[in-house]
């Protein structure tokens, strides 16, 4: 046992180690951290347990017996060698406030002070499993993956949703919006959302913004019989937030938006929790990659998507599968990771529509297909508003690429008798996908 004079600030004590088979893992939540330290993995885990339950860098004379017996988070596995490599920190549920501080005190604890520790050079928390008494507390998603597809007629025809940022992101007014959402509902989308910078401009004031295209959007439905969603940005103060909502709700919307980094997960918490608005929840995770990005430091996409699914959302921006924010190779594996997860039988909470965005054009459809399979939403906003036709020909560009995979028909041969598609390749190529 140290005590902190080795500046590093370690003092380690065997009450923060545990053997496995004494975690009961209905009476903990249990995060799985990569690290790389100077420490053996045991010592870095029993680093991260102390501080981040009863410790601090040194021996403290007011820890009581109940305090040093019931509530050490315990390092309990560890894998890898020499100082690198993963543990695994049980973390006893008697430890939260769950009830009054929720998803902050959890947070503030499986992902607080450790990030900043000197003796681990870097530490990234990869994944948190929650036990059911901590589910249990969760709506989960309200509508989920099958509420979505009620609504837009997708349950039997089970293809990709197509959905659309409308572009330019911030600038257009409410009628030039509405226009432009028209036009893209025409030629195809399933979904349109607000980009996450636009809330309620002067330019744009989302009270008329929601109204215009409610409008267009009807007038969408009597021509085609189709049912559109439009997500309203609302993301703000908790005040302004749930009056953003409440306009967007009375006049119509039928989808709300969350920039839920943002915000910060307490916020999404409260106002997912305290008011039910029928309507789908689309989550945006705009700066996530201030702590995602860095695979060996920070906390990863699967620890935020399953908290934004035990918050409530009900579509997640996870990363694409290929575009301009996505499709790494090195990332591959985590991002299908992160969809396994969002649509699997979890806690039983309702399964929650992947999303693919970022610089998404017809070209890189199969390669996203490829990763995603049937179940998720495909987002374009400059691959559709940018076609040199317009709008509605980039839309029906994009539903043709969809329609190519379905049908199991290589994107060149399936844009032969579809001209959008095949100006669409034309001006912005297409990605050829490797045999495996
Ligand atoms: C996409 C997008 C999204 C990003 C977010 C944008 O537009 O609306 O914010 O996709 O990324 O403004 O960039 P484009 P992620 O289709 O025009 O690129 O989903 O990776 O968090
Ligand atoms: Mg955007």
Redesign the pocket.
């Known amino acids: 046992m140290s005590q902190g004079s080795d500046g590093k600030g370690i003092y380690l004590d065997k009450i923060f180690y545990a053997d496995p088979e004494s975690i009961d893992p209905e009476r903990h939540i249990v995060a799985k951290y990569y690290v790389e330290s100077e420490l053996d993995l045991k010592a870095a885990g029993m680093a991260i347990a102390t501080e981040e339950s009863i410790g601090t860098w040194t021996e403290i004379t007011t820890t009581n017996e109940w305090i040093r017996t019931k509530l050490p988070a315990k390092v309990f596995r560890t894998e890898g060698s020499g100082g690198t490599g993963f543990v695994w920190v049980a973390y006893p549920i008697d430890l939260f406030d769950l009830e009054t501080s929720g998803i902050a005190n959890i947070l503030s604890m499986v992902a607080g002070n450790l990030f900043g520790l000197s003796a681990l050079k870097n530490v990234r928390l990869v994944d948190v499993d929650f036990p059911k008494e901590v589910a249990e507390m969760y709506p989960g998603p309200r509508i989920g993956i099958e509420g979505v597809r009620r609504f837009v007629g997708t349950e039997t025809a089970r293809r990709p949703h197509l959905g ?2 409308v ?1 330019p ?1 911030v600038g257009l007014s409410p009628d030039q919006t509405a226009r432009i959402c028209y036009d893209a509902a025409i030629g195809g989308v399933d979904f349109i ?1 607000d ?3 636009l809330v309620n401009q002067k330019f744009c004031p989302l009270e008329d913004r929601v109204v215009r295209v409610m409008e267009a959007l009807d007038q969408v439905k009597s021509e085609t019989g189709r049912n559109v969603l439009f997500a309203v940005n609302v993301t703000a103060d908790p005040e302004n937030m749930i009056k953003h909502a409440e306009t967007a709700i009375d006049n119509g919307a039928n989808t709300l938006m969350l920039d839920i980094v943002i915000l910060g997960l307490p916020t999404v918490e409260w106002f997912i929790k305290s008011h039910d608005f029928h309507v789908p929840i689309h989550m ?3 700066m ?2 201030a702590f995602t990005r860095n695979p060996r430091h920070g906390i990863s996409m699967l620890v935020l998507a399953k908290v934004a699914r035990l918050l409530g959302g009900d579509q997640l ?4 599968g290929a ?4 499709g790494e190779e090195g990332r591959k594996a985590e991002l299908s990771e992160i969809i396994g997860f969002l649509r699997s039988d979890w806690h039983g909470k309702r399964k929650v529509f992947p ?6 054009h017809p070209g890189f459809v199969p390669a996203n297909y490829r990763v995603f399979g049937n179940d998720f939403v495909i ?7 940018g076609h040199p036709m317009g709008t509605r020909a980039g839309a029906a560009a994009m539903r043709q690429a969809i329609d190519a995979c379905v049908a199991g028909v290589p994107l060149d041969e399936y844009a032969k008798n579809h001209e959008e598609l095949r100006i669409a390749i034309e001006r912005w190529g297409e990605m050829r996908l490797s045999e495996d």
């Not at 575009?323 to 996505?326: A, L």
């Not at 999303?355 to 998404?360: D, H, L, Y």
């Open positions: 659309t940022i572009k992101k959302k980009d996450e910078t945006h995770r705009a996530h990659a921006h996870v990363g694409s575009g301009k924010m996505g999303v693919a965005s970022g610089g998404i987002n374009a906003g400059g691959g559709i508003h």
